[in-house]
C-alpha cells in the first residue's frame, strides 16, 4: 500500500480499521483457516484464531476499566464469563503480556498492569515525537481526496465538542490520528504508536474529564489539520506535538484533583 489514502478507503476507515485489526494474527502466531468451493476454484478463508478475538476483548475490557490496573485476574471466572475455556483465554494473556498490558506472577497467575506517573511521563514525550512525525510525513503525502475525505472527519469531531459527547468524541479522534499514520506511510512508525497507545489504556484517568478539554482539543486537531490542509510539514509536526503533550498536562490536573485511590485487587482464590 502507498502512503496515500484514497478518499474511498477514508471514508470509510471506521470499518476499514476494525476489519484490518481482527484479520492480523499476532505476530508468529497462525490464525485458523477454511476452504471454501466457489464453481470448482478453491478459495482459502483466513479465520482469526479464538485467542486473538479473546485479546481484543480483554484490551476493550481493561481501556473500560472493567479489568482495573492492578486487578488479578481470576482465569476461571473469566473464562466462564466469556464462555471459552482457559487455553485460548491463557493464549491471549500471554500476547497482552507482550503488549506490555499484564504481568504473568509466579505462584499468584496474571495481573493488569499499572501506569505511574513517571511512565506516563516517559510515554507521551514519545508518543509526541511519533504522531508528530506521523503528521509531518502527511502533510507531504496528502492528496486534495485525502484531505477532503478528513474534513468530514474533522467536522464530526467539532459537532461532538460542541454537544459534549465524549464518548463519541474519543472513537471519532481515535480514527483521525488512526487516518494520520495511515497517510504517514511507515508502517513501522505506525507499529510503535499502535503499541504504545494500547499501554495508555492503563491509565486510570481520560484527558476529556477535565472542565473544557474537549473544547481545547478539538481546536488543536483543527489547527493540525489546517497545517496537513497548507502541506506544511514542520506546522503539522509541532502542533501534532503540542497536542500530545497538553494531553499530558491535562492527566496530571486530574490526578492531582482526583482523591488518591488504591488499585483494586480482587481477592485470590
Known sequence: MSGVIHNYELLRLRHRIDAVRRAEPHAGMPARAAWRDTGGKSVRIVQQALYLEVAERLRAMIGEHALPSGAWIDEVALAGELGISRTPL???????????????EPRRGCVVNELSEQDLDEIFPLMALLEGRCAYEAARKASAADLDALEGLHAELADHARAGRIDAYYETNYQIHEAIQLLAGNRWLSGLISDLRKVLRLSRHKSLKLPGRIQESCAEHLSVFSALKAHDPEGAEALMKTHLLRQRAALKTLDAEAPHVPPARAAQA
Open 90 to 104: 491463557r493464549e491471549a494473556l500471554k500476547v497482552l503480556a507482550a503488549e506490555g498490558l499484564v504481568r504473568l
